[in-house]
């Protein structure tokens, strides 16, 4: 599986957009971006996952360049809730869904 | 439906001691992983079993191992324990063909 690479702190204020960037530049073609978070002393939550086409749900929209070396996360109107450790994680899906391998993430702080 | 619940929660063992943590996957889910977070090394994946099967498995010692029933529980055991296997050990599950894993709360063990 391809490696991420994440900056380890952001700061976002409350209510603006929060964009949380994602380096995969060894990425291959059948591996999908997946994005989680975790909350403090929570598991994992899922929050969205691509191939090449931008995806939006109801949490979060992502991001993937053409060339599909790098990605952003997008929390489009971040909350103090949305404070946590965000994981950008590159994963062939299929038989692999189930192994996934953390780096260290990016600690999002939603400040007032 | 019911999340993936994890029992016990809490759990306290002494070195040499052997423990076994229960997982029971969201109803449906085929799929079950194991995770193991620490301070030190993060969250670092254990295994996945897949209808009763071993289909991937981590970097770990032989000491932890695990099993799944027929009724997709699964349950990881970790022999001998070792002060450093002191962490928050976590659950995961997902459907035969989704691509997000659904964590349970994570049972810490605390190994003195």
């Known amino acids: 599986d391809a490696k991420t690479t994440q900056p380890p702190s952001m700061d976002c204020a409350e209510g603006r957009a929060a964009n949380l960037p994602c380096n995969h530049s060894?990425?291959?073609?059948?591996?999908?971006v997946y994005w989680y978070r975790q909350i403090h002393s929570q598991g994992p939550q899922y929050i969205i996952h691509?191939?090449?086409n931008n995806e939006t749900n109801e949490m979060a929209s992502l991001i993937i360049t053409e060339d599909r070396k790098s990605s952003t996360l997008i929390l489009p109107h971040a909350t103090l809730r949305d404070t946590a450790v965000y994981y950008c994680?590159?994963?062939?899906?299929?038989?692999?869904?189930?192994?996934?391998?953390f780096g260290q993430g990016t600690t999002l702080q939603v400040k007032p | 439906k019911a999340g993936v619940t994890q029992t016990p929660r809490y759990l306290i063992k002494t070195r040499g001691q052997q423990v076994t943590l229960s997982c029971s996957p969201i109803?449906?889910?085929?799929?079950v992983s194991w995770y193991q977070q620490t301070p030190g090394q993060g969250l670092q994946f254990l295994f996945e079993?897949?209808?009763?099967?071993?289909?991937n498995k981590g970097n770990f010692p032989g000491r932890f191992s695990g099993r799944q029933f027929s009724n997709s529980r699964s349950e990881m055991n970790v022999s001998t324990l070792e002060l450093g296997d002191s962490a928050l050990y976590l659950c995961?599950?997902?459907?035969?063909?989704?691509?997000?894993?659904?964590f349970g709360p994570g049972t810490r063990l605390t190994v003195t």
């Open positions: 995961a599950s997902s459907s035969f063909t989704g691509h997000e894993q659904y």
């Open positions: 060894t990425i291959s073609g059948n591996e999908y």
């Open positions: 691509g191939l090449k």
């Open positions: 994680i590159v994963s062939s899906g299929s038989s692999n869904t189930g192994k996934l391998i």
């Open positions: 109803s449906g889910h085929r799929s």
């Open positions: 079993y897949f209808s009763e099967t071993q289909r």
